[in-house]
């Protein structure tokens, strides 16, 4: 396990936490999420029910009639899955998570507490502890150009080996309405990202990216 996913992640807040520990980088995660779902519904507490093909939702969970859940998929306890939401495959989702109209879910990991309310876009992607997206923020997965998704680690340009991978966003972040994630940003805990910007690279933790592109201190 590389030190990013401690860094970043909270792994006490995760069914997941077992495969993030295996895996180097944390986006090396992302392609075995499928497998791992399907070994974890075996080994899930009893309070969890099976309530569709390959679907398990924890005790507490609320589901709004008009939501679209495709297994497989794990939801945790005391989440609101809200109207409209489309959960599609292949997604984590831990305890006390928001999932809101009209927003969609694929291939993800979002740890407790995490809230995904209105009109987003979440593919490819882990969300730490307590992450919060603003309306209509869209983390990107894939390049118009189709080819393999490069992160910014280290100061250094480093390649993933993806061509579908949206973001890592650590325990705490807060991105602004219609925010814009570029396929391969990580954003380190605590740091906020204001409306409507355009998001690459990395951002460090307990920082702020304001409208003008630039990054600055998080004021306390």
């Known amino acids: ?57 924890g005790e507490g969970t609320y589901i709004e009639k008009t939501a679209l859940i495709q297994g497989p998929a794990i939801i945790g306890r005391n989440c609101q899955i809200r109207h409209a939401a489309f959960i599609r ?13 009209s927003t969609e879910l694929k ?27 603003g309306a209509g923020a869209i983390l990107s997965n894939f390049k118009s150009t189709g080819d393999e998704i490069n992160v910014y680690l280290e100061g250094k340009k480093m390649g993933t080996g993806l061509n579908k991978f ?3 966003l650590g325990n705490h972040v807060e991105i602004g309405c219609n925010a814009v994630l570029f396929p391969g940003t990580i954003v380190g805990p605590g740091a906020v990202i204001y409306p409507l910007c355009p998001v690459r690279g990395f951002i460090e933790a307990g920082s702020t990216l304001k409208n003008d592109g630039r990054v600055y201190p998080r004021k306390q």
């Open 1 to 57: 396990m590389h030190p990013l996913t401690d860094q970043l992640f909270d792994l006490q807040h995760s069914l997941a936490a077992p495969l993030l520990e295996k895996v180097h980088y944390p986006w090396h995660a992302l392609p075995l999420i499928g497998a791992y779902l399907q070994e974890l519904a075996t080994q899930l507490p009893k309070d969890y029910l099976q309530i569709a093909p390959q679907v398990w939702v």
């Open 166 to 168: 949206g973001a890592l």
């Open 89 to 101: 495959e292949q997604v984590i989702i831990g305890d006390e998570v928001v999932v809101g109209n």
């Open 107 to 133: 291939n993800a990991i979002l740890f407790d507490g995490v809230q995904v309310p209105h009109f987003n876009y979440v593919g490819d992607s882990i969300l730490g502890y307590c992450a919060h997206l």
